[in-house]
Structure formats: C-alpha cells, structure tokens
C-alpha cells in the first residue's frame, strides 16, 4: 500500500488550506503541490435510493453515471475541473452537485428529463458541502467563502447566512428529523434554518481541519472525521446529540474524507487509508485495504454493497463485510 506522510504541522497545512480556500489537501514527502493541483481524484460517489445508479465525480472533467447492475456508464455530463461532492435527493432521481476549480457553478439534475439548473449566490471559490434536509424538500449548500445557502428543490434560493468566524466549510448534514444543520471545518457548528448560530464546539485541542461527518438515522448521535495532525493521527469520533464526545477512534493513519452510515442505520462506512465498518458504538466490524486514500464512500439501497471512488482514480466494488467484489481503474 503506497503511504503519503504529511510532514506540515497542524497550524502551516490550515494556512495552506485556507490559502487555497481548501481546494486542495497538500500531500507532501511524495508529491509536490504542483502535483497535487493536477493530479485527477474521484472526490466523491454517491448511490441512489433506488439503487440503480451510481453518480461518481472528481477533478476529472465529467460527471459519470454508473449502471448498478454492471458497473457501466450509463450517463456523462461534462464538468471542466472539480466535482467536489454529490448527493442524491432521498426519494427522487435528482442529484445534487457541488463543483470549484470550475467555470462550471454547483447544480441540481434530474436524471429522468436532463434538466440542469444551475444554483446561484455560491463563491466563486467553490463549494465542498452539500446535503437534502430529511423531507427532501430543502438543499443545503456550504461553500469556501463560509455561507451556508439553502434552496428548495427546484433550486430557488430561500436563504442565505454566514458560518461564524471561518472562511471555507468542508461539509454539512442535516439533523435526520429536525431542521438543523450541522457543518464541519475548524469547529463543529449548529444552525437552525433561519441561520441562527446554536452551538459550536472544538472536537479536540490540536487545531486540526474537520473533513467529514454523518448523523445518525435516529439523530441520537453523529459521527465525525478529521484531517489528523502532525503524528498523522487522524480521529473518527461519536458524538451525542447533545455535543457530548461518546467515543475517539485513532487507529486510521489517512485522514477520513467521508463517511455514510446504511438504510438500516446499524453500520457506517468510512473512506481513509482503507474500507472501514463500523457499529453504533464505535467497534470495528470489518475492514477492507486499499491501495490509495479512499475519498468517496457509499451504501446500494439494500446493505450488501459499497462503492468507494479514491485518489488514483480507482472504483471499488465492496460487500458489507469491506471484501473486494470489483475494481474499476
């Protein structure tokens, strides 16, 4: 398995980050920042709630739509540099699309008419946050200018507010049964969806960059997943619903780009150095390793398969237990 070693401290790769309005991650010893700007990733896949299709995308100028039963290109839609994150709405065959680096703006597709609109009020820098309230009746965008938008589902903007104090949110998820959001990025923050500010907590001491985090179907608790620090210690951490910190998890020397709990709410996947199963409280299930960083991660309708996207452009097929089924390079 090839290792990337981060040998900035905590405090030089934030500054990087907010430099490049964390467009990038910089991974040094092996590969230069040049590299790093030019090297092609899938950042991010998502699978539909119907299961018939995969939307996988990255900084590899397309959008590509996969056929769950083979694995195949079903639909490509041209996009010029970075898909950053992509989401399906709960119960249609929309999907949402977070884009920068891009002359191309963040959008909503309907996959059954093709038609694209494009969301206005997002930074020109970009956005890397995006997730469908509950109902499926409200999006919510957050970008590398800190702005949290929210759109209905036709894309008309509703609203639009400041994340306190920060300049770019790393990702967002709704409360599975309330209208509150929650983003990630130096700090964990909580806003109701009028964009006022209710709790924000620092997820440990070192100033380490948040990157990922999923609330759990019964919104008791949520997980999340970090950057790491200078020891290349990266925290996956359980949370409860009322900021109480449940449990702290440093085994992964990757940082955790994503993290996706299945329909049936008793394992959450992890995308790091390797394939990770977890349980409610925090046990390792199972685990599956990879050749590169996984970036994208995410459970079929059912719970017997993950699809995972990574930084060499690699597609892997898994079963629930994190054992290889397929690749595609």
């Known amino acids: 398995m090839a290792t990337l070693k981060k040998t900035y401290t905590m405090t030089t790769r934030i500054k990087i980050l907010t430099l490049l309005n964390f467009l990038i991650v910089v991974f040094c010893n092996q590969t230069t920042v040049q590299n790093t700007l030019t090297k092609e990733i899938l950042w991010t896949t998502d699978w539909s709630p119907n299961g018939k299709y995969i939307a996988i995308g990255g900084n590899v100028d397309s959008l590509k739509i996969y056929s769950e039963s083979n694995l195949k290109p079903y639909k490509s839609l041209l996009i010029k540099n970075t898909i ?122 070192e100033e380490v960059l948040l990157l990922s985090i999923a609330w759990h179907k019964s919104g008791d608790f949520f997980v999340t997943g970090d950057y790491g620090d200078e020891k290349d210690k990266s925290l996956l951490q359980y949370w409860s619903e009322k900021c109480e910190l449940l449990k702290t998890i440093d085994i992964s020397k990757g940082e955790y780009r ?39 991660v995410s459970w079929n309708e ?22 290889r089924i397929k690749t595609i390079e």
């Open 84 to 205: 950053t994150r992509v989401k399906w709405h709960p119960t249609k065959n929309i999907i949402a699309v977070t884009t920068q680096m891009s002359e191309e703006k963040s959008f909503i597709f309907n996959l059954e008419t093709n038609e694209k609109i494009e969301l206005i009020g997002i930074s020109t820098d970009g956005a890397r946050g995006i997730d469908w309230n509950y109902t499926g009746d409200y999006l919510a965008i957050a970008d590398n200018d800190g702005q949290i938008l929210i759109y209905d589902i036709k894309g008309k903007l509703i609203r639009k507010f400041v994340n306190e104090n920060t300049k770019s949110i790393t990702a967002i998820d709704w409360h599975p049964k309330k209208n509150i959001i929650t983003t990630v990025t130096d700090k964990i923050r909580f806003f109701d969806i009028e964009g006022n500010l209710l709790k924000s907590i620092r997820h440990r001491q």
């Open 258 to 296: 994503n993290l996706v709990w299945n329909t049936k709410g008793d394992r959450l996947a992890s995308a790091s150095d390797a394939l990770r199963i977890w349980d409610t409280k925090g046990n390792l299930i199972s685990e599956g390793n990879s050749k590169d960083y996984l970036w994208g």
């Open 302 to 323: 059912k719970g017997n398969r993950i699809i995972t996207s990574s930084m060499e452009q690699r597609i892997i097929l898994w079963n629930k237990k994190a054992k």
